[in-house]
């Protein structure tokens, strides 16, 4: 696909916005940067289409143990200096980042932090794309045309990465380290299911830099932070105290839903204390 090749954004009422190669109208149309949802209808209609992510909840991390490998290696891969070097030496400039750990850890969570923090400081775009065979073909085909009219980095999420590799494994490999891969690009990728990667491509630096297990939070004031914004009105700040430090080792799904059964007063199923229980007067 060349550059002329790219043939039309059309905008929607609705703020979303559609692109076909069949179409006839050509356009210097730029996408904005943002987050956006790609998924590709089959026929009749053969068309990419883009949502803006609408998710309306502020991601926030915690102090995950590799965090500042992220900040350090993600910071760094926004140097202009070290884009121009890379790729004047012939290279692609590219990032990939492996995320593994039980349902629940906040890996989405992270990857949704680091992707906001790219948009609103570096004015990336960001693609989420969904695992069906047909879909990743055509989605990367339409990503691949953005990048030859502009040099917004790129950042491609991967959920439930075990179920891509399932069904791209070969198309996959080329697209993040091989003849089909984009410069200034970051991969984020997530499993719950590590051993489902095929070691050639979680051990191979030049995919995925990093391959690193998300855990379950073990840092007291990271827990305070999250439980005290929601219980702190029914809850001294003894009893809070006492929940975050039972609360150590649970995921970050589950510390929020034994915030939100505490509000509605129902039973909650965290790992915990036997003084987690308590009734507050």
């Known amino acids: 696909m060349k550059t002329s090749d790219l043939k039309s954004f059309a905008y929607l009422e609705n703020g979303d916005i559609n692109f076909t190669q069949y179409e006839t109208i050509k356009s210097s149309n730029?996408?904005?940067a943002g987050s956006y949802k790609i998924t590709y209808l089959e026929y009749p209609q053969n068309i990419v289409?883009?949502?803006?992510?609408?998710?309306?909840?502020?991601?926030?991390?915690h102090n995950f143990s590799d965090k500042e490998k992220i900040d350090m290696v993600f910071d760094s891969f926004f140097n202009k200096e070290v884009l121009n070097k890379i790729e004047s030496l012939g290279f692609c400039?590219?990032?990939?980042i492996l995320l593994y750990g039980i349902e629940?850890?906040?890996?989405?969570?992270?990857?949704?932090?680091?992707c906001n923090k790219a948009v609103n400081e570096q004015d990336a775009i960001v693609f989420h794309i969904l695992y069906k065979k047909p879909q990743i073909t055509e989605c990367w085909a339409f990503i691949q045309g953005i990048r030859r009219i502009q040099n917004n980095p790129i950042i491609i999420v991967f959920d439930e990465f075990d179920q891509q590799m399932q069904e791209n494994e070969a198309f996959l490999k080329t697209v993040i380290d091989g003849?089909?891969?984009?410069?200034n690009c970051i991969f984020f990728a997530a499993t719950n299911y590590l051993d489902k990667i095929p070691k050639a491509m979680s051990e191979r630096p030049s995919r995925f830099k990093y391959c690193l297990n998300i855990e379950g939070m073990q840092i007291k004031t990271d827990i305070l932070n999250i439980i005290t914004p929601i219980l702190g009105n029914i809850l001294t700040e003894t009893e809070l105290n006492i929940i975050a430090n039972d609360l150590k080792g649970n995921t970050l799904d589950s510390i929020k839903q034994y915030c939100f059964d505490k509000l509605m007063n129902i039973t909650h199923y965290c790992k915990s204390k036997k003084s987690i229980g308590f009734k507050t007067k």
């Open 30 to 32: 730029k996408l904005d």
């Open 104 to 114: 629940g850890t906040g890996k989405s969570t992270i990857i949704k932090y680091y």
């Open 93 to 96: 400039h590219k990032l990939g």
């Open 179 to 183: 003849n089909m891969s984009i410069s």
């Open 49 to 61: 289409t883009l949502k803006t992510d609408s998710d309306f909840e502020t991601p926030k991390t």
